[in-house]
């Protein structure tokens, strides 16, 4: 069984809509919780980090955290195009990684339609 | 300020053949890291340098991979000899301090034949 579980999609929305990426994941000492964005042929970019459980905000992205069901949750308003792109969960624990050790899902490959 | 860099951006190489990629971190960040993801799996660690000491290499798959790190600025990493199931994309990353966050370098895509 994969640490971090992640549908690939493609997932495929209409512009305005309300996206909603998921994982889940088996490791309970996983502390810090991360949502990367990556476009094609490019390398991972941090579009949100979290810590605990809870909801975090940052314009149009909503990232949502459940430990006690092990599932993260990332939000996207009023979707654009330029938002189609492949989103990455990331997670890591401070014990065994140091912070540092990133374990990746799959990824979900998002595409907004005009 | 200028990003992660990795060279070359694509290589192609036949089985048994030695390949060395190089990455540049960004200018003051102590931490480096190794990722790579192979077709159709997700992005996994290798390794992680903090300056030029390695802090954990327990995602090297064999000994067929050695990453340096000498003076503890680029970092390289060499395959030796390639075998088919090292194609992918090999991702560099880079923090100031630990547990920050990462940046992530273009990747570097290896074909094997």
């Known amino acids: 069984q994969k640490e971090v579980e992640q549908d690939p999609g493609p997932l495929s929305v209409p512009e305005g809509a309300i996206v909603s990426l998921n994982c889940t994941y088996s490791n309970s000492a996983f502390q810090y919780f991360m949502w990367y964005r990556q476009y094609s042929r490019k390398g991972p970019e941090l579009l949100m980090y979290?810590?605990?459980?809870g909801n975090k905000e940052d314009g149009r992205f909503t990232a949502q955290v459940d430990k006690s069901s092990k599932y993260i949750s990332l939000f996207i308003r009023d979707s654009q195009p330029s938002d189609s792109a492949t989103y990455l969960c990331a997670m890591s624990d401070w014990v065994t990684g140091g912070g540092n050790k990133l374990t990746f899902g799959t990824g979900t490959q998002l595409k907004v339609e005009l | 300020e200028a990003g992660v860099t990795q060279f070359p951006s694509h290589s192609v190489i036949e089985k048994g053949q030695t390949v060395t990629l190089r990455c540049d971190p960004i200018s003051g960040h102590d931490n480096l890291y190794w990722y790579r993801r192979v077709m159709g799996k997700e992005i996994k660690f290798l390794l992680h340098?903090?300056?030029?000491?390695?802090?954990?290499e327990s995602g090297m798959p064999n000994n067929r991979f050695l990453a340096e790190r000498t003076g503890g600025t680029y970092s390289t990493l060499k395959v030796q000899p390639a075998e088919l199931e090292d194609s992918g994309v090999y991702f560099c990353a880079s923090s100031r301090d630990r547990g920050d966050t990462q940046y992530f370098g273009p990747g570097t895509r290896l074909t094997v034949l």
């Open positions: 340098f903090v300056k030029e000491s390695k802090q954990d």
């Open positions: 979290t810590y605990s459980s």
